[in-house]
């Protein structure tokens, strides 16, 4: 089970334990338990519209990697700061880099050519 770094007294602001690198305090070792901090997200995607990177960020998790959008929210109250910002960024640990990437390059549309759907309403 994954689980955050916990703050302490001493961090006087609350994104410390966001901002560096989570270790168990006992030990001073990375701990594979403890969520990643942000410097190990890599960006493998962005997106101009919110459904089309919540689209990708579930075929994801369905194979099971962890993904996180990125500006997300900025783009979805105004869609003009898609542009400033570089779109929307679907980011997940180095480790699973690779096999994000492909999954997201996978085409299944051949998988439909075999479904009946029917005949048009008239």
Known sequence: MRRHAAFTESDANPL???????????TGDPDSDLVPYMDEFVTIATFDKTTDAHIAMGRLAAEGIQAV???DNMVQMDWLYAIALGGIKLRVTRGDEAAARRIL????????????????ET
């Open 16 to 26: 410390h334990a966001l901002l560096h690198p989570l270790v168990e305090p006992e």
């Open 69 to 71: 959008l990125f500006d």
């Open 105 to 120: 390059a996978t085409d299944y549309s051949h998988d439909l050519d075999d479904v009946d759907v029917g005949k048009p």
